[in-house]
């Protein structure tokens, strides 16, 4: 997956102390009405959906607004269109598309070179031109083959990267290599300092929770990493390239086109058996043969279903992601091959994109270094419900009510389903106003009952407070915009006002310029005379 997105926004260094005024109104809106909470808002069996690997889970709400600026991906590389001779020498297939450094920017994308259809398969990358990690693949760095089963995947990956790299022009993927961004800016490569200026504790801390597992991976490397000649900021760097531009696939020892292939044997197997023994002999041994062909197919399946391969994709990475899209990267176990399809028609010129998945911008920001404005996915982790409840004097006998309400996602939406069924039963001793059923992933706000929706706004003034956030000027601003549509008809009749005093004047002015030209007319009468 590519780090840098061209329509995104990613969180400036700069204006990270900031960061939670973008959700704090959201927030405040919450505690502010304090009962009318916001209301809500291809594939098939022989193709599976491959999606960015992602290891934390989301803990804020609302998208992050900043000034769009340079990608999270940065630092001077060849020009993008020297990775086309490896694509083409490595049969990727990529006849309506182009990669491109999008203008002042400083970010790469793919741009459509003619009009695209829906359902047309933009970019096919086969698994061989790939640097993957699978059940059974190589090591890499001369690691022993213990150690290398031990490492997370996303470290096998790094290693395979800086294996390439120190081969340099003799890698067969030095074409590709030479073109990887050499920045990925993420928050794991961030400082203590400028983390801090986040101000969200339960995100700071699985940051430092990653930065932690990243310094162990190191040491744990340390004497091959220096026997190899690579520093730890080298191996940090494949790290956060594997990270950010990895796809996790099933993973099938043998494209699933063998199937056939083996049934096609089988068939030539009997023929020649008609040939040398006659037909009742052929019979049987195109019925054996043609078993073992759907035996090879249901194996392959099986192992598809059970085993992970992780790779880097040339080419492909370089989609950037929109969550408006619904495209996302799949491997067609038929050709082995990596792919995307397109979701919907794309002008030529367009910057086509793709989806990572449906990711809040906690896990946007983790993984690939920046956020996206209004995020539907994205959500903030309420740990206070409990003590809203007790605050609201609302007693929780049963662990089994409360336990879903320890750690609630809220969402621009609403609450999980389990989350506003128990918030329910303790609030009102019902169920929601409506069928749980038909909310599948969230129940909008506008169907808790009054007392469950003070509860929640209770919940979020507590989670402000513990925040240590001052809201005051953000009050003063939404009272602003709520008296913006009385001020504007204000303004409106004013400036009516002002054009009927205009006209009116006008007209005067006219009248005494009649009356003073008539003056005129009869002194001149007079003085004839």
């Known amino acids: ?40 808002m291809p594939s098939c069996s022989l193709r599976t959906t491959c999606r960015p690997r992602r290891a934390f889970q989301a803990v804020r709400a609302a998208a992050v607004m900043s000034k769009p600026r340079a990608s999270a991906a940065t630092g001077s590389a060849p020009n993008v269109l020297s990775i086309i001779p490896f694509a083409i020498t490595n049969g990727i297939q990529f006849a309506k598309i182009k990669p491109e450094v999008l203008s002042g920017l400083d970010q790469r994308g793919l741009v459509a070179t003619y009009d695209i259809n829906s359902k047309e398969c933009i ?10 990690s699978h059940p059974g693949s190589k090591t890499a760095l001369d690691l022993p083959p ?69 310094a162990q991976l190191a040491r744990q ?43 096609l044997a089988a068939q030539v197997a009997a023929a020649v058996s008609y040939l040398a023994s006659g037909a009742a002999t052929a019979a049987v041994v195109e019925v054996l043969g ?22 880097l994709c040339p080419l492909l990475d370089m989609f950037n992601h929109s969550g408006q899209e619904q495209s996302e990267c799949e491997l067609d176990v038929w050709s082995d091959s990596f792919r995307i399809v397109a979701s919907r028609p794309w002008r030529a010129g367009q910057q ?60 621009r939406q609403g609450i999980p389903p389990s989350a506003a069924a128990a918030l329910e039963q303790l609030c009102t001793q019902h169920s929601i106003n409506d069928n749980s059923s038909s909310y599948p992933d969230t129940v909008p706000y506008s169907r808790l009952s009054q007392q469950a929706r003070s509860v929640c706004a209770a919940a979020v003034e507590i989670e402000v407070q513990q925040l240590g956030v001052d809201l005051t000027g953000d009050e003063q601003l ?43 007319q009869d002194q001149q009468k007079q003085g004839r005379h």
């Open 221 to 263: 490397l340390h004497p091959h990493l220096s026997a190899a000649g690579i520093s730890t900021d080298q191996f940090f760097w494949a790290l956060s390239l594997a990270r950010s531009r990895a796809f996790a696939a099933p993973y099938t020892p043998a494209p699933l086109s063998v199937a056939p292939k083996a049934a």
């Open 352 to 411: 086509v994109f793709i989806s990572y998945g449906n990711s809040s911008n906690d896990v946007l920001l983790q993984l690939y270094g920046f956020v996206e404005a209004g995020n539907r996915q994205d959500r903030y982790l309420v740990r206070c419900l409990p003590e809203a409840l007790s605050k609201l004097g609302i007693q929780t006998p049963s662990s089994t009510l409360s336990k879903p309400l320890e750690e609630v996602a809220f969402t």
């Open 146 to 214: 213990i150690t290398w089963q031990q490492l997370p995947w996303f470290a096998r990956i790094a290693l395979l990267i800086l294996d390439e790299v120190k081969q340099g022009s003799t890698s067969k993927f030095a074409d590709y290599v030479r073109v990887l961004p050499q920045q990925i800016d993420v928050p794991v490569l961030w400082s203590a300092e400028e983390l801090l200026q986040l101000h969200c504790k339960y995100f700071i801390k699985q940051v430092q929770q990653q930065q932690e597992e990243w």
């Open 1 to 40: 997956m590519v780090c840098c997105i061209s329509n995104k926004v990613r969180l400036p260094r700069w204006l990270a102390s900031g960061w939670l005024s973008a959700w704090q109104p959201v927030l405040l809106f919450m505690v502010h009405t304090n009962a009318s909470l916001a209301p809500s």
């Open 123 to 132: 970019c096919s990358v086969p698994a061989k031109a790939a640097i993957r």
């Open 290 to 311: 043609l078993s073992a062909a759907g035996g090879v197919w249901l194996w392959l399946t099986q192992q598809s279903q059970t085993q992970q391969q992780h790779a």
């Open 478 to 520: 939404l009272q602003l915009v709520e008296q913006l549509p009385h001020k504007q008809q204000e303004l409106l009749k004013r400036q009516q006002q002002v054009q009927q005093q205009e006209a009116q004047a006008a007209q005067l002015q006219q009248q005494l310029d009649a009356q003073q030209h008539h003056n005129l």
